[in-house]
């Protein structure tokens, strides 16, 4: 018999662990420290260990995964899980609108939000507990994974607050984009398939048999409606959303209440605009009349409701054929396989050549030339080819064989232990050279004006430059030997080339191209060493103390150092007149912003996010990309998008332009 006291115990880690896991999943704010919350749990665990009396299926503990099954029960809904009619213009959208002016007049508004690209499912929850989760199936029936969605941290297994007895959720499962990413990585790294898209990977998550499998995929829920309900309070959809929330369950922050068309479309270009950069992956917005009532009336259509409808965004996936693998020299050495492809338009873009990352990609992939493929656009960045159709194969498809040998300079190929690239070796490799030189003369790094990519190649195609610091001898005459090269054009870019002899110490780390050491690492060597001599001179001991430098980037910055021909280039740059200097930023990083962090989105009315950063750099602050807790301001400009809803949520210091201005004078 287990004594009431262990009972009593047993009960309260559990709430104190659901309630811990509300505040870190859904509010996105810890009460305590994850130390803290890990005794908790082993405690909870011990205890559920030693007496098998303690465990329940809607223990906290579930959230690891419980023992693997079988195969899954069929589970029938109580009501239908319908679908959505597509729209994918203006034009249908108004039709869709003006039906529904016929029927309520003009009396009626409009909830809309995004639609989630993943996997379509129902919680049930009985007095509050999690009694089943199934998918969709045909939608009269569909699979009971519930021991699968019980591992979803943002899913909690007891409601909060004033929940309806019977309550029937449903929602989207999403990974998001990052984990989507991460996981790829490691199937490719282990030789298994890939998945194409975050949708494919959550489905694959929750129709896996072993829980403790999905529990480990960083599975996300968003809930965007209900069925069956005894008690509901809610009227209207929104109200449903912040119902939603009081339960505990987490909501999305971006719905809007409308009452016009012409908002629709306004709406759906502003989601449309945010789509790259958020965390998750939408495939449209949902349109929904907002009061139960209206929808009520509205009715549904054969599998279909009247009341709602999917605008979707352009495909921005198409499929194409993969003419050729080419191989591709980066500035570190590192050899990236391209696919060139039959040029095809996807979401009003020309693609003609996309992304494979690395062999064990292609691997992964299973790809061959002349495969037919899925190749799919992600914001700016080189498309990547995700898929292949394989029932589409003549059975002529040709294997893809990584070259041994350096097509710019013919050394033998290394792949590094433990990563997933080749690299050439040869540091006086010219494709290596061609990519170093275009980061050294880049914006960010020298910022040599006018120096693009395309007088890089003449440059060197005429052999008139053979490292960096080559650059810093050219002449007006010589320049003007070049393809019709005018005198004052000339002598422009001979000034900007001269003129980045006057740099700060943290641009020239960062243009040297040490691998590893992007625009903030460089940042923080230059402030902790405040001059490339003693820099130079650092041992590893010394790199490891700088802010955000680990032992691998040290071996990096130890390995290019110890370069013979590396430390003799920078040997010539400073012979040649290049002088890095560390003041300016140096008495910012004593600046009163020190220790702050830092977040901007949208566009400010007078500084460009590079400059803002810098100011913000200066005065000793930090800047980060995304949102959390740990941010202690967000600077927010015109079109700002989800992370300004973030910052809301977690209630962080909101600053415009303006503001952050005062500030630094108000610290300085
Ligand atoms: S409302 C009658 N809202 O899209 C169905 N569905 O074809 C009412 N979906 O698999 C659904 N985001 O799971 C609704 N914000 C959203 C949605 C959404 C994604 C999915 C849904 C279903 C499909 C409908």
Known sequence: MVSTALKQRTESLRKQIEEHNYHYYVEDSPLISDEAYDKLFQELLKLEDEYPELRSPLSPTQKVGGAPIDKFRKYKHAQPMLSLQN???????????????????????????????????????????????????????GEDVTENVKTIRSIPLHLRGDFPPLLEVRGEIILLKEDFEKLNQERAKAGETLFANPRNAA???????????????????????????????????????????????????????????????????????????????????????????????????SRSPRWAVA???????????????????????VITPVAVLDPVWIGGVEVKRAGLHNEDQIRALGLKIGDSVVVKRAGDVIPDVVSVIEQKRSGREKTITFPKKCPACDSTIHRIEGEAAHRCPNIACPARLAEGLKHFCSKRAMNIEGLGDKWIDLLLENKLIRHFSSLYDLDKETVMTLERQGERSAQKLVDSIQKSKNTTLDRFIFALGIPLVGERTAELLAIHFGSLDKLLEASDEEFSQVEEVGPTVTEKIREFLDEARNRSEIDRLIKKGVNPKWEVAQGGHQGELKGQTFVITGTLPSLSRDEASQLIRENGGKITSSVSKNTDYVVVGEEAGSKLEKARTLGIKLLDEAGLRKLIKKSS
């Open 203 to 301: 489905a694959g998550s929750i129709r896996q048999l072993d829980p403790r499998v999905a529990a480990q995929r960083k599975l996300d829920f968003f809930p965007h409606g209900v069925a069956s309900v005894r008690g509901l309070k809610a009227k209207t959809q929104m109200d449903l959303l912040t119902s939603f929330r009081s339960w505990g369950l987490k909501t999305h922050t971006l719905y809007k209440v409308i009452n016009s068309l012409p908002e629709i479309e306004t709406f759906y270009k502003k989601v449309e605009g945010q789509r790259d950069s958020l965390d998750y992956e939408i495939d449209g917005i949902v349109l929904k009349l907002n009061s139960f009532k209206d929808q009520e009336e509205l009715g549904f259509v």
């Open 311 to 333: 605008y979707k965004f352009k495909a921005q996936e198409g499929v194409t054929l993969l003419r050729d693998v080419v191989f591709q020299v980066g500035r570190t050495g």
């Open 87 to 141: 729209i994918y213009n203006e034009e249908e959208s108004s039709v869709f609108y003006e039906r529904w002016e016929e029927t309520l007049g003009n009396k009626f508004s409009v909830l809309v939000e995004p639609k989630f690209d993943g996997l379509a499912i129902e919680l049930v929850y009985e007095n509050g507990g999690l009694v089943v989760a199934a998918t969709r199936g045909d939608g009269e029936t």
